[in-house]
């Protein structure tokens, strides 16, 4: 089981003071925590957005935070959740629950099947994009992403999902992953989940950003054939951050003008960007070849800039350089470029 830990929250106000009479300096100083999460069980991954609008005539602030919370789960597995304050976090509404699959019940904790073999499905840090302020009458957007075990088929939201894979690099063993997304057009009041992928390939790393004028939402991620690698204790990469990967693991991308609609809208305009193809070992072991990993994620308008690491294809995985991709785009069409 997990230890029990607490997402909170401290807010600061900046007070200008005389440090060795030298020079100015701005200090942080901090109100009291709050407890946001409020649960018997382990949260973590705590990731706040401040909302500002006008609603009825009123300016208001509302903070909103995600988290993932282990409450109510047989082995401490995780679930995403959204809570929000209206009062500067004194308060808070009661827990929404995002990860939920198609009869609004918890995805975390969930008892699956993957070839042949049984888990517990878990749900990894959730990452949130809201535009600062939100116009008259314009849809208060919000977007939110994590990667979970939890992967019906995409078809039919069937149980077992054939497709679902188990990586054996890790240990314990645990499922492929497939991304997931949960979005708001009303500043958080009620939520729509969508499945993107399949977990045919191992998903993680996923990444969200927007445009601060509400006009466009993207997702990028990574996907591994041969699942999330463990590290080789040289820095980051020890204890499977995604930097370490396979030959031929590509990075995918996902955009939204407008998060309004039914499903499937994120998953209907899925593209693969990079390009990168395993090559078959010359005998036992992992594909060689390129691998991408780790994108971050910047927009400024509608075009959004991705940044990510590749290897250059010599061994198993690894980083090895810096590669940078632009791709703007519309409601009904894209168009990219690629440059090193």
């Known amino acids: 089981m997990r230890e029990r830990t607490k997402i909170r929250v401290a807010f600061a106000t900046a007070t200008l003071a005389m440090i060795a009479a030298a020079y100015a300096a701005i200090q942080l100083q901090f109100d009291t925590a709050v407890n946001v999460s409020q649960s018997a069980a382990a949260s973590e991954k705590g990731r706040l957005a401040r909302l500002t609008y006008v609603d009825n005539g009123e300016f208001v602030k509302p903070i909103l935070v995600v988290y993932i919370d282990a409450s109510g789960t047989p082995n401490g597995e995780f679930n995403v959740y959204a809570r929000r304050s209206f009062d500067g976090g004194v308060t808070w509404e009661a827990p929404a629950l995002l990860s939920r699959d198609a009869t609004d019940q918890p995805t975390g904790g969930q008892a699956i099947a993957v070839q042949g073999v049984a888990f517990f499905a878990s749900n990894r840090k959730a990452s949130i994009f809201a535009p600062q302020f939100y116009a008259n009458n314009a849809n208060r957007s919000v977007l939110v992403t994590w990667s979970s075990s939890y992967c019906p088929t995409l078809d039919t939201g069937e149980l077992p999902n054939p497709d679902q894979l188990i990586n054996t690099a890790m240990v314990p063993n645990e499922p492929y992953k497939c991304v997931w997304t949960a979005r708001s057009v009303d500043a958080g009041a009620t939520w729509t989940s969508e499945q993107l992928t399949d977990a045919r390939r191992d998903a993680t790393n996923d990444v969200v950003s927007g445009s601060q004028s509400n006009n466009g939402f ?20 020890d204890g499977g951050s995604g930097a370490h990967t396979t030959g031929g693991t590509n990075i995918w991308y996902t955009y939204a003008a407008n998060l309004a609609g039914a499903n499937p809208l994120l998953r209907s305009k899925i593209v693969q960007l990079t390009d990168n193809v395993p090559t078959p070992p010359p005998g036992d072991g992992p594909p060689t070849g390129p691998g991408a990993s780790r994108p971050t994620l910047q927009m400024s308008g509608t075009t959004a800039a991705i940044v990510y690491e590749e290897s250059k294809g010599g061994g198993g995985g690894g980083k090895d350089q810096a590669v940078a991709a632009e791709r703007a785009f519309t409601t009904t069409r894209s168009a990219s470029t690629r440059r090193t």
């Open 218 to 237: 993207a997702i990028a991620w990574q996907e591994d054939p041969l699942g999330l690698q463990p590290g080789e204790a040289e820095g980051p990469g």
